[in-house]
C-alpha cells in the first residue's frame, strides 16, 4: 500500500498526457478514480520485507489513543518510507504516510491524528477524540518489506458503566451508522442482545435481536437495517436512508443489564436529504460500473509503463546519495541490474559483519528449537505455557545443537575463516530482493529444473578456502535395548535413514550447483552426512550388506570405489558427550579436526575460492536479500542473522511470562514456600498469586527486605498494578497493596510487623513474602549468636500469625527450605525459566553461587526456545610486576559492546546482563 501513495503523488500531467489520446471522453474524476483503481491492482502483486510491531493500549469513546511502532532498524538512519496502516474489514488505509526529501522527513496524515516529527527505531502517534470507525487492526510498515513478517495491534474501545450508542450521517453515504457499546463484551459472555427504535420515551420496535447457537450469534434483523455479525464491546449497523423519519433515536441493551443501563441516541434526518443522498449513491454507483468495464485495458497500459513511473517517482523522492537503493540509468528505461544488485548485497555483508575474511560466523548465531506453546489469561496477565512437544523435533534439535556445539569450539580454536548457516530452506534463497531489485538475473530456486521434494540441508558451511560443504543431520541413535531383535531394527532404520540422506544431499549439490551457476569458477561442494547418536562402528555394520546403498554414499561423499565412505561421515566418536554437548576436551577436538581433515582434504585448497566468490556467496546467503524466518511461540520471528539480533530475540523470548503446567496448577494453593535459586519463577508466581488476591477484593501486604525491594516492587509493578473498574467505588471497599519493608533476620522487627497484621480485623489476610533468608544487614543484637544457629524469626512470626489469622493466606520465597514453618507445602523450583541454559551453564560454572544444595538442572523433554548466545570472557589481565589495568578491561569490554551489540536495537537480556558482570568480577577479585 505504500506503493501506491508513491504512485499518487506522481505528476498528473504526465500520465494525463499519456492517457488522454485513448479516454477522452471520461472526465477527470473518472479518470483518476481509474487510476486508483489500477494501483491498488499493482500494489497488492508487489512484494514487501521486514519485521515491525505495533502496541496501542484500549481507550474509552472519544478519548485519544496512542499507537506506538517499533522498527527493526533506525529509520532516521536509513532513510525509508514508511506508513501507519488502518485495517477494517481486511482493507488497508493509510493514517500516517512518511516518506524523505533530501534528507528531511515528510509526512501526511488524517485530520484526526498527531505524529512524532521524528523517527528512530520507533514513531508514535495519537489518535484524537476515539470513535468505533478507528477501532480495529494496525500496522506500521516500511517501502519494501515482507507484509507476512508485519505484525498488528488492535485498537478496542473500554466497556463503560452504561449501554451506549452513536448515530452518524456521512455526507453522499446512501447509509447511515449506528455502533452499539455494551459495558462488557458480549463475544465472550455470550448474553443475548438486542437494538430498539424509539419514539420519544417509548421502545417502537425492536430492530435487532441476537442470542448464540454455538458461540456463534444468530439474529433477527429488519429489512431497512444491516449486521455483519461481529460483536464484542460494540456492534455497528448501517440504515438505510429510505426511512422516512425526521428523528432516528436507538438503544442497545444486552441481558443481564438493567433499564438504567440504556442510554439513547440520536440523529436528526430530513425526507429531501435522504432521498437526494439516495440519488447520489445510484449516480456515483452507474459511474464505478462505467469504469470498471474500461479497468482491464487500463491496468495493462499502466503495467508496461510502471517501471517508468518507479523511476520518475525515486527521481523527485530520493536524494542522490541514496545508498540503499543504488540505480543505473540506461536510455529510457531504468532498471537495477544483477551486478548493482551483488555489489550492494557485498556492501551490506561487510556492515553486517565486520571480520568477513578472518572470523567464523554462525546464522544464525544460536539455534532455536522447535517449541509450542499454549497462551493463557491468568490474573490479567499472557502466561505461556509449554505444550508437549513431537518427540522427533526434539531430538533433531538436540542433534543440530550437538553438532553446532563442536563445530563453533573446531571453527574458533583452529581459527576457521567460514560461515555456518543453519535453520535455511531454498525458498529463502534471495527472497526479498526488494522492489529496485526485482528483474535481477542472478540464479534462484524457483529457475532451478529439478523440482523433486526431498527437503532441505540442516547445515550449509561456506569456507574460505575448501569450499562449501553440505551437512545433512540425522538424529537416529543406536543405542540397543539388550534385545534379539534390537540390533537388526537398528540397522534397519540406518539403512532408510542413510538413503533418505543421501537423496537430501544429492538434491542440495544440484540445487547449489544451480545457484552458483553464473559464476564463471565454481566452488568445490562437498557432502557428508552426519550422526551424531550413532558410532562410526554402528553405522559401517547397519551398511555392511547393503552394497548399493554404500555406492551411493561413495558417489556422495567423493571417494574411490575402494574407499570406506562412512570414514567421512560425522559419528558419534567425533563429538561430545550428548549429555553435555558443550564440554569438548582435547580428546574430542583431535577426533572431530581428523575428521575435518579427511572431510575437507586440507593439503589441497579450492583454487576457485577466491575471496571475491566467498564475498559472493555469503552475501547471497546471508545478505538483506535472504531473509528466513522462525515459527517460536505460534509467532513468526525474522531470524536473526548477527549477535546483536541473536541477543534481542533470546531476551524476548526469556522475558515472556512462560509457566509450566505443574506451576499454574499451584496458583490455587493458599500457604506455599517456593524454594529455588534465582531465576527460576519464584517472583513471577508470587506475583501473579498476589494479583490474583487483589483482583477477588482482597488486600495485600508484601513484606520485601530493604536490600531486596527494588529488584521484587518492579517486577510486582509490572503484573500486579491494582486500577478499579469505576471511578466512584468506595474507597473503604477498595483493594489495596501495601508495602512493608523489613529484616527478617531482625527479631524486634518481625515483632512489629506481627503486631500490625494482627490488629487487621478480617476475615482473610493475604501476605506474600520475597526472599525470607536473605542474610542483609547484621544488627548488634544479632551478633551474639552463636556460629552456625539458624534464625528462625520468620518462622516464628508465619507460626504466631497463622494461629491469629486462621485464614491466611501466605505466600513466600527462599532459596532454601531451612525456614519453612512446619507442616507448610514447600514448592522447589530448579528449572530456570528467565536464563537461556548457556548462562545458567557459565553461572554455576564460575562460583557465582547459582544454585543452592540440591538443585539441578533437568533433563526436559520439552526444550527451552534457545540455548542462547556464548557467554563472552573478558579476562583480567596482570602484567609481570602483578599490575590491574581496570581501564584495559574495561576497553576491552566496550570494544566487544560496540563491536558486536552496536546499538542496533540490541538487548541483553537481564540474566545475560547479570552473568556477565558476575563472571567479569568474579574473574578480577
Known sequence: MIFLRKIQALNSWWFLQHMSCRCHQFSSTTMKTILIVCCLHIAAALPQEGSITCSVSPVEIDQDAVLNCSFPEDLNTTKKDFAVYHYRDDTGDAVVDCWWLKGAMTCSARPEIRYESTVGHTFTITLQNISSSQTGRY??????????LIQSCELTILSGANNSCKVSNVPNDSQITLTCFFNENVQTTQNNFSVYRHNSQEKLAEILHCWWVDNKPQCQVDDDYLYDYEVSTHLTMKIQKTIKVKTLTYSCWHEGSTQQQQAKCSLEISEEASEEDISTGLAVGLSLALTAVITAIIVIVILMRRNNWAFRWRKTRTSTDDAHLPMIKKESNEYVTTKTLQEYLVKNIKEMYPDTLDSCYFVPPVYFNKIRYEKQP??????YVPQPPDLSDVRHDRAMQHVLHCLRHMAEHHKEDMFVLSQFNYEDY?????????NHRLPVPARFTDKTNVGCFDILIIHRRFGVLVGVVKSLSDKDDGSEESERKIDDMLVREVSEAIAQVK???????????????????QTTLMFPNVTWSSLQRALGSYSQVVQSLRECVNVKATD???????????????????????????HLRNWWNRLMNQSDADSNMTDELYLNMIARFCGPATQSTLQLMDETFLQPKTLADAVTLTGDLYERLTLYPDMIEMLSEQRLFLVGPPNTGKTRMLTLAGKQWIESGHPLYILVSSFTKRDFMSSFSKTSNHTPTTKDIDETSRPFVTQVICNFNYKKEMKEILDVLTTQKRIQLCVIASEVDFPGKMHSVDKVIEKGQKRKYFKTFVESLSRQHPNLVLWATSSTSQNVPDGWKVQTFTRALTCPPAVVREASRTGADYFTPGAEILSLDCLTPTDGPQVKYIYHEMDSTGYHDCSLCGRKVADFLSKHLDNKGSKWDCCLHFVFLRLFSFLFY
Not at 534471495?430 to 526485482?438: A, E, R, T
Open 139 to 148: 500496522a506500521c510498515q516500511i517501502a519494501n518489506y515482507h507484509q507476512n
Open 430 to 438: 534471495l527472497n526479498n530482493p526488494g522492489n529496485s531489485f526485482l
Open 507 to 525: 538434491y542440495a549439490n544440484s540445487m547449489m550447483g544451480h545457484l552458483m551457476s553464473d559464476q564463471t569458477h565454481k566452488p568445490v561442494i
Open 378 to 383: 491468568i490474573a490479567g496477565q499472557v502466561v
Open 564 to 590: 570406506d565412505p562412512t570414514h567421512l561421515c560425522l559419528c558419534a566418536n567425533h563429538l561430545s558427550n550428548p549429555c553435555a554437548p558443550w564440554d569438548i576436551d582435547t580428546s574430542v577436538m583431535s
